[in-house]
């Protein structure tokens, strides 16, 4: 097994590779992917109630014939159709054909409602009840951790943040709070900078690495984020990608390529809050100029 099992606070193991459906649309295409992924050794499915393919997640499980232990499965309270937690994680496990999940998150803190501890009250109920074996959050930063800790009896498993070689160093100092509550931090979006972030600094340290191991960019990037220790949730359309994103839990990447990796993340991070700073000073001196132009016709002396 190339990705091992990590281990939750709560004595259960959650594989460390997971197939999102997020982008995945609705239908038999979706199940397909669903399907497909199944078979070239993806043993974590990872959904949401707001995705709106729970459907086609469980129909494709089903097909696989796997035993349910077999299989683990992450579905997300994602604040829709105005239906409770209690509500929704029935509905999740109508859609999914389920008894039972293995990982139930609350999708952003916005959707930890009337507050975070009474949210979280339910949520340690589900999981008594036995419809969840693991409880936890995504999008959470470490003051929602805070107030969650501090009154909870269950602490959060995991929590499901956005984590890519350009906001690994930002993204720091909160999978260390989680590391200090037991707390496994999913990262997803793994892809970004090649997918939405192309062109950047990690471009150089990528392809070398590549060429060198004779392996594809998103291999790397993947391999890079397992060296994290982190819950590596990904996706792709593509039955090749799929076999090649199991492959890269063999990557053998070097304590030097995670860190030339690392650097270049950090200088792109770098980069952009420059040009956001630059952006935002464009704009106020933009703005500043038309006020000024405005007084002036108006006849108002503000300077
Ligand atoms: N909790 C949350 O708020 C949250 C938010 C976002 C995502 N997620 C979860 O994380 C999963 C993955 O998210 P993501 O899709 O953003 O992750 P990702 O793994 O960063 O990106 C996956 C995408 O990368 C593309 N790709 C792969 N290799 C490529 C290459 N060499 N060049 C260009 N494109 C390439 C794939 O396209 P092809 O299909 O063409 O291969 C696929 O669309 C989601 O499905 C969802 O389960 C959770």
Redesign the pocket.
Known sequence: MPWELIKLNDGTSIPSV???????GNGDQTVNYVDEAISVGFAHI???QG?RNEEEAGKAIRESGLARKDIYI?T?FSGRDELTIEEAIQSSLKNLGVDYVDLY?I??PRYAQPDIPTAWAVMERLKAQGLTKSIGV??FEIPHLEILVNSAKVYPAAN???I?AYNFHSQLPLIEFGNKYGIVS?G?????P???M?GGPVDKPLNEISSRLNA???QV??AWAKSKGVV???????KE?MEG?IAAGDLPLTVEDIAAIDEAGKQGARQQTARTFIRRAVVACAVASVALGLAGALGIDIL
């Not at 997971?18 to 995945?24: E, I, K, M, N, R």
């Not at 997803?188 to 970004?192: A, E, F, K, Q, W």
């Not at 590596?232 to 593509?238: A, E, G, L, Y």
């Open positions: 997971a197939y999102g459906t997020w982008t995945l990872d959904t949401a995705y992450t997300k998150l999708h952003s995504s999008n499901q943040i956005q890519h999913e997803y979006s793994p892809l970004i090649i997918t939405r192309p594809k960019p998103e990037l993947l590596v949730v990904t996706s792709t359309t593509k990608r994103y």
